[in-house]
């Protein structure tokens, strides 16, 4: 793969470090948190632009600019979100959690960020936003019923496979009617196979699981409901899909991910967790890579 040195390797376990230490010991790590002097909770976030750092020198394309915004953004998140939950204790949603959610979305989707990074390494900024977003909501927000939590359990498997064979013959049946998917045949061995559906459940359906369930369904149902929070959350879901695989609006796309959107937040809300949706939704698009 393009531009992967040694450094850009260590700078990706030093985002997957964090996002794994919240998702393997998230309560602990906001005990800790919790302890310390509101000036080191706040300022110690302007640390997650190491990354960046690390791999912009070695690339020769360090910007000022871009170093300025990866330290400061996640301490802006932290200050929002730590207003956010003094002003909103029984977390119901304020503003700045909109916000917030509004900025990570459309820096992810519109890729407003993506340039200050060499080709091939892109992905580290969404890493990035990532672990602002898991230490401004988990361990300074204190956003509860959230289920990033990835000891796995037999529950999640359960779940995560039954909204699989609810959601796999309707996405079939109304995708190849619309035009959008094409059969075909690859068949890669075993290992490869079982590799690339791990890669997707970390790096694609994990993060915007984590967005979309976690976050803004857990968010929206405080105000208005299950029902409500659900199809809400699968529009959205579904509207962030209008740029993929084509220049112009692709309202294809769009309905079919709003469609497994619902499904991904019926795996979720069960019994809110995270790895539950997540299965379904790497496991969604591990067969469309393999077979449409």
Request: proline share 4%.
């Amino acid at each position: 793969m393009q531009n992967v040195t040694p450094v850009a390797m260590g700078a990706f376990a030093l985002e997957l470090a964090t996002a794994g230490l919240f998702g393997f010991a998230a309560e602990c790590v906001t005990r800790v948190v919790q302890r310390w002097p509101v000036a080191l909770r706040l300022s110690l976030p302007a640390l997650f632009v190491a990354p960046y750092a690390m791999v912009s020198i070695s690339a020769h394309i360090f910007q000022w600019t871009w170093f300025a915004l990866y330290a400061l953004l996640p301490v802006a998140i932290a200050g929002l979100l730590m207003r956010a939950a003094q002003v909103d204790p029984g977390q119901r949603g304020d503003w700045r959690d909109a916000f917030i959610l509004l900025v990570l979305g459309l820096a992810v989707d519109l890729r407003w960020f993506e340039n200050a990074w060499p080709s091939g390494l892109r992905a580290l900024n969404e890493l990035l936003l990532v672990d602002a977003g898991l230490y401004g909501f988990l361990a300074i927000r204190q956003l509860s019923g959230t289920g990033f939590n990835f000891c796995l359990k037999w529950s999640d498997w359960k779940t995560g496979l039954r909204e699989l064979v609810f959601l796999t013959p309707a996405v079939i049946v109304l995708g190849l009617a619309l035009g959008f998917i094409h059969p075909h045949r690859n068949l890669p061995g075993i290992g490869s196979a079982l590799l690339r559906w791990i890669l997707i459940f970390f790096f694609t359906a994990v993060p915007e699981e984590l967005f979309f369930r976690a976050w803004v369904q857990n968010l929206l149902e405080r105000r208005m409901g299950r029902r409500a929070a659900l199809v809400i959350a699968s529009f959205l879901f579904g509207l962030s899909h209008f740029n993929k695989r084509s220049a112009h609006f692709n309202w294809r796309y769009v309905l079919l991910a709003t469609i497994a959107g619902i499904f991904y937040g019926r795996a979720w809300r069960e019994n809110r967790r995270v790895p539950a949706s997540t299965i379904t939704h790497a496991s969604v698009d591990w067969l469309w890579g393999l077979w449409f």
